[in-house]
Protein backbone atom coordinates (compact mmCIF):
# COMPACT_ATOMS: atom_id res chain seq x y z
CA UNK A 1 0.00 0.00 0.00
CA UNK A 2 3.17 2.46 0.86
CA UNK A 3 3.48 2.09 -3.23
CA UNK A 4 -0.47 3.22 -3.91
CA UNK A 5 0.58 6.14 -1.34
CA UNK A 6 3.66 7.43 -3.65
CA UNK A 7 1.47 7.87 -6.28
CA UNK A 8 -1.32 10.34 -4.71
CA UNK A 9 0.46 13.18 -3.36
CA UNK A 10 2.70 16.31 -3.71
CA UNK A 11 5.13 19.45 -1.80
CA UNK A 12 6.50 21.09 1.53
CA UNK A 13 4.95 23.98 2.77
CA UNK A 14 6.39 27.14 2.87
CA UNK A 15 6.26 30.54 4.56
CA UNK A 16 7.96 32.86 2.26
CA UNK A 17 7.38 32.05 -1.45
CA UNK A 18 10.64 33.44 -2.81
CA UNK A 19 13.10 31.72 -0.15
CA UNK A 20 11.03 28.41 -0.98
CA UNK A 21 10.10 28.03 -4.64
CA UNK A 22 13.04 30.12 -6.46
CA UNK A 23 11.85 32.15 -9.36
CA UNK A 24 7.94 31.82 -8.49
CA UNK A 25 6.23 34.97 -6.46
CA UNK A 26 2.43 34.81 -4.91
CA UNK A 27 -0.32 34.51 -7.53
CA UNK A 28 -2.52 38.12 -7.41
CA UNK A 29 -5.84 37.39 -8.98
CA UNK A 30 -6.43 33.36 -7.33
CA UNK A 31 -10.03 33.85 -8.64
CA UNK A 32 -9.01 34.04 -11.96
CA UNK A 33 -6.33 31.01 -11.84
CA UNK A 34 -9.21 29.06 -10.31
CA UNK A 35 -11.71 29.71 -13.25
CA UNK A 36 -9.25 28.94 -15.93
CA UNK A 37 -8.13 25.83 -14.23
CA UNK A 38 -11.61 25.14 -13.74
CA UNK A 39 -12.56 25.93 -17.34
CA UNK A 40 -9.40 24.03 -18.86
CA UNK A 41 -10.05 20.51 -16.78
CA UNK A 42 -13.91 21.00 -18.19
CA UNK A 43 -12.23 20.03 -21.71
CA UNK A 44 -9.97 17.60 -20.69
CA UNK A 45 -11.97 14.24 -21.60
CA UNK A 46 -8.38 11.78 -21.52
CA UNK A 47 -4.91 11.94 -20.71
CA UNK A 48 -2.08 9.98 -21.88
CA UNK A 49 1.67 10.69 -20.59
CA UNK A 50 4.91 9.04 -19.70
CA UNK A 51 6.30 9.80 -16.53
CA UNK A 52 9.61 10.02 -14.53
CA UNK A 53 9.54 9.31 -10.80
CA UNK A 54 12.40 10.09 -8.51
CA UNK A 55 12.24 8.91 -4.51
CA UNK A 56 14.84 10.99 -2.39
CA UNK A 57 15.25 8.77 0.72
CA UNK A 58 17.73 10.52 3.52
CA UNK A 59 19.09 6.77 4.26
CA UNK A 60 20.36 6.57 0.48
CA UNK A 61 22.91 8.92 -1.21
CA UNK A 62 21.34 8.78 -4.93
CA UNK A 63 17.61 8.75 -6.04
CA UNK A 64 15.62 6.29 -6.80
CA UNK A 65 14.33 6.72 -10.13
CA UNK A 66 11.42 4.57 -12.06
CA UNK A 67 9.49 5.23 -15.39
CA UNK A 68 6.47 3.93 -16.88
CA UNK A 69 3.16 5.36 -18.23
CA UNK A 70 0.03 7.01 -17.15
CA UNK A 71 -3.42 7.45 -18.81
CA UNK A 72 -6.46 9.14 -17.03
CA UNK A 73 -10.04 9.08 -18.35
CA UNK A 74 -13.05 11.06 -16.89
CA UNK A 75 -14.54 10.10 -14.49
CA UNK A 76 -12.54 8.96 -11.99
CA UNK A 77 -10.27 6.57 -13.97
CA UNK A 78 -6.66 5.80 -13.61
CA UNK A 79 -3.63 3.48 -14.97
CA UNK A 80 -0.07 4.16 -13.45
CA UNK A 81 1.98 1.42 -15.08
CA UNK A 82 5.82 1.40 -14.13
CA UNK A 83 8.33 -0.78 -16.31
CA UNK A 84 11.67 0.50 -15.47
CA UNK A 85 13.40 -0.65 -12.62
CA UNK A 86 10.76 -2.58 -11.68
CA UNK A 87 6.96 -3.51 -13.33
CA UNK A 88 4.16 -2.12 -10.66
CA UNK A 89 1.13 -1.36 -11.73
CA UNK A 90 -1.94 0.74 -10.12
CA UNK A 91 -5.55 1.06 -11.65
CA UNK A 92 -8.07 3.28 -9.38
CA UNK A 93 -11.68 2.87 -11.40
CA UNK A 94 -14.14 4.86 -9.32
CA UNK A 95 -13.78 3.42 -5.93
CA UNK A 96 -12.21 0.40 -6.42
CA UNK A 97 -7.97 0.37 -6.52
CA UNK A 98 -6.59 -2.71 -7.97
CA UNK A 99 -2.23 -3.15 -7.47
CA UNK A 100 -0.05 -5.66 -8.98
CA UNK A 101 3.11 -6.13 -8.00
CA UNK A 102 4.90 -8.86 -9.56
CA UNK A 103 3.23 -11.73 -9.02
CA UNK A 104 1.07 -10.62 -5.98
CA UNK A 105 -2.60 -8.86 -6.90
CA UNK A 106 -4.88 -7.00 -4.33
CA UNK A 107 -8.06 -5.39 -4.77
CA UNK A 108 -9.32 -2.43 -2.57
CA UNK A 109 -12.12 -1.06 -2.04
CA UNK A 110 -11.81 2.59 -1.02
CA UNK A 111 -15.19 3.58 1.15
CA UNK A 112 -13.78 0.26 3.84
CA UNK A 113 -11.08 2.84 4.40
CA UNK A 114 -11.39 6.44 5.60
CA UNK A 115 -7.70 7.33 4.56
CA UNK A 116 -7.79 5.58 1.49
CA UNK A 117 -10.70 7.13 -0.02
CA UNK A 118 -9.15 10.36 1.01
CA UNK A 119 -5.89 9.67 -1.06
CA UNK A 120 -8.26 8.00 -3.76
CA UNK A 121 -10.12 11.47 -4.18
CA UNK A 122 -6.56 13.74 -3.73
CA UNK A 123 -4.95 11.59 -6.61
CA UNK A 124 -8.35 12.13 -9.14
CA UNK A 125 -8.50 15.78 -7.98
CA UNK A 126 -4.67 16.83 -8.15
CA UNK A 127 -5.11 15.11 -12.28
CA UNK A 128 -8.51 16.55 -13.30
CA UNK A 129 -8.02 19.97 -11.87
CA UNK A 130 -10.26 19.91 -8.56
CA UNK A 131 -7.73 19.67 -6.29
CA UNK A 132 -8.85 23.31 -5.04
CA UNK A 133 -11.75 21.99 -3.79
CA UNK A 134 -10.76 19.80 -1.74
CA UNK A 135 -11.71 20.96 2.13
CA UNK A 136 -8.86 18.26 2.91
CA UNK A 137 -6.05 20.65 2.16
CA UNK A 138 -6.01 24.73 2.29
CA UNK A 139 -3.95 26.26 -0.54
CA UNK A 140 -1.41 29.14 -2.11
CA UNK A 141 -0.67 29.88 -5.41
CA UNK A 142 2.29 31.01 -6.88
CA UNK A 143 3.53 31.66 -10.43
CA UNK A 144 6.59 32.14 -12.97
CA UNK A 145 6.85 32.49 -17.15
CA UNK A 146 5.92 28.76 -17.77
CA UNK A 147 3.74 27.33 -14.93
CA UNK A 148 1.73 27.59 -11.44
CA UNK A 149 2.52 25.88 -8.75
CA UNK A 150 -0.24 25.02 -6.75
CA UNK A 151 1.10 24.48 -2.59
CA UNK A 152 -1.86 21.71 -0.72
CA UNK A 153 -0.40 21.17 3.02
CA UNK A 154 -3.08 18.77 4.79
CA UNK A 155 -5.82 19.94 7.29
CA UNK A 156 -7.55 16.47 7.63
CA UNK A 157 -5.89 15.22 10.65
CA UNK A 158 -5.00 11.75 9.04
CA UNK A 159 -3.42 12.97 6.35
CA UNK A 160 -1.13 15.50 8.37
CA UNK A 161 0.35 11.88 9.73
CA UNK A 162 1.74 10.92 6.58
CA UNK A 163 2.13 14.27 4.61
CA UNK A 164 3.95 17.64 5.58
CA UNK A 165 2.94 18.98 2.37
CA UNK A 166 1.42 18.40 -1.67
CA UNK A 167 2.39 20.15 -4.31
CA UNK A 168 1.63 20.07 -8.26
CA UNK A 169 3.09 22.08 -10.66
CA UNK A 170 0.48 23.27 -13.66
CA UNK A 171 1.85 23.98 -17.01
CA UNK A 172 0.47 27.40 -18.40
CA UNK A 173 0.08 26.32 -21.88
CA UNK A 174 -2.94 23.78 -21.37
CA UNK A 175 -3.37 23.64 -17.12
CA UNK A 176 -2.11 20.30 -17.06
CA UNK A 177 -0.59 19.20 -14.70
CA UNK A 178 3.07 18.64 -15.04
CA UNK A 179 4.63 17.83 -12.08
CA UNK A 180 3.79 15.83 -8.60
CA UNK A 181 5.91 16.48 -5.94
CA UNK A 182 4.93 14.47 -2.27
CA UNK A 183 7.00 15.42 1.01
CA UNK A 184 6.35 12.98 3.89
CA UNK A 185 7.14 13.82 7.58
CA UNK A 186 9.82 12.57 7.76
CA UNK A 187 11.41 14.69 4.78
CA UNK A 188 11.37 12.11 2.43
CA UNK A 189 9.76 13.14 -1.10
CA UNK A 190 8.37 11.68 -4.55
CA UNK A 191 8.77 13.81 -7.23
CA UNK A 192 6.45 12.63 -10.54
CA UNK A 193 7.37 14.25 -13.72
CA UNK A 194 4.36 13.85 -16.17
CA UNK A 195 5.92 13.83 -19.88
CA UNK A 196 5.05 13.98 -23.80
CA UNK A 197 1.38 14.06 -22.65
CA UNK A 198 -1.69 13.95 -24.70
CA UNK A 199 -4.72 15.61 -24.06
CA UNK A 200 -8.05 14.27 -25.11
CA UNK A 201 -6.95 11.29 -27.24
CA UNK A 202 -8.78 7.88 -27.63
CA UNK A 203 -8.31 5.85 -24.14
CA UNK A 204 -10.10 2.28 -24.06
CA UNK A 205 -12.12 1.45 -20.85
CA UNK A 206 -10.31 -1.67 -21.02
CA UNK A 207 -7.17 -0.24 -19.31
CA UNK A 208 -9.58 0.88 -16.63
CA UNK A 209 -10.51 -2.73 -15.83
CA UNK A 210 -10.33 -3.66 -11.95
CA UNK A 211 -9.80 -7.63 -11.76
Not at 90 to 102: A, E, F
Not at 122 to 127: A, F, G, L, P, R
Request: proline share 2%; glycine share 2%.
Amino acid sequence: MNKVFLFCFLLMSCDVAKAQYAGYSAVNDITKFKEQFSSASLKTQTIKSDFVQEKNLSMLSEKITSKGKFWFKKDNLVRMEYSTPFQYLMIINKTNVYVKDGNKENKIATSSNKLFQQINKITVDCVQGTALSNTDFKFKIFENEKSFLVELPPVAKNLKEYFKNINVVVDKKDYSVAKIDMIELSGDNTVINFINKELNVNIPDALFTVH
